[in-house]
């Protein structure tokens, strides 16, 4: 009898591990390209309705690429309607379980043993492992670096950011701040990497790269590698989904999970591209700042009155863009020709590094209209010149499940980049802050 329980039991346990590693096999990825309005409006109103859809790019303009996931059993059906309607698309992931396997190396036994264990950037890190090193940051630049608790999330997990800045950095006279985030959507693992690329890199330059050193010394940096550390930690979980984008909030819906913090900033909150179905993941919240993360990060940045720079850093697409998000159908903003003149030096540094082609101008039509924004509310509220929202790597091949040899050409691209900004914002001096 006992046996037979134990059997049981087994068989229970494998059942549970086989449906977890097998989450997303069969599933894909296609790429859709709308080639008129009504096109468009298939896409955006009635396959959703017809058939379960998560959108890796989601639909917006004539002529602008829709990358969509369908489960194994739905993909067929997806076919057919695609087919059906005319619609012309390609398969981009023929597997999505076999990507998110082939994306990234089993996790790493890093500091479990001893905290002097050199951090390997060509990985991808569990919020755990990066904080862990955040720390030894601390220890090994004490003159340099400090570590600032900026909140604590829905979960009560610590959003941890490093500010640096070089010589007189006691001094009374106030440097311009430049803050960098990545990882505000979960599942766009390179955006954490490469802000902890560029964060490990620019430290260990200092004092001995010419340029780095100045600007080091001229400006106040802060990264926040992780921003949405509960959608990242379940990105990361044996029980979580690699897939998830949102924050891990309850809401009104007994079985939807989470906001999108990427549409829930108090500028023009609830307009042009979010939704206000709590299942959808591009759900805009209950109200604008409902979001601890989201509320703790503006806060924060609101109360740094020097930060004249910011990025807010997602995959994938490979953009640099300014504001506005909220609308296309507005003049372009007082400060266009400055922000776009940075955009496009900073494309062209990152063009100089691995010939990685990244398009640039304001948000709502680079990539496509969504209010509730970082940059807009960053620029539109706070008065902050330089505010971006930067697409990673890659175009769509791999998109999120972007392979772990791809990190750090991404960080060293996306540190030229940087420089650009960190230049402009140098040289632009404090901000004229509301
Ligand atoms: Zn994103």
Redesign the pocket.
Known sequence: MKMKWLVVLFCCFLFVSLSRATKYSDDAVLRILPRTESEVAILREELPIAIPVSWWREPSYVANYVDAHFSGANLAEARDLLDAAGLEYVTLIEDVQEAIEASHSPPSELFTASNDVEFDFSKYHSLEEISEWMITLEKTFPDLVSLVDVGTSFEGRTIKAVKFSGANSNSTSAKPGLWLDGG??AR?WVSPATNVYVLGNLLADYGKDEETTKLIDGLEWYILPVFNVDGYSYTWAEDGDRMWRKTRSTTSSKICTGVDP?RNWDMHWGEAGTSKNPCADDFQGNSAFSEIEVKSVASFIQAQKNINGYVNF?SYSQLWMSPWGYTDDLPPTPDYDAQNEVSAAAAAAINAVHGSVFQYGPISKTIYPASGSSADWTYGVCGILYSYGVELRDTGKYGFLLPEDQIIPSGEETLAGVKVLAHAVLEAGLPDRK
Do not use: Q
Request: net charge negative; charged share 20%.
């Open positions: 505000i959507h766009e990427n997602h």
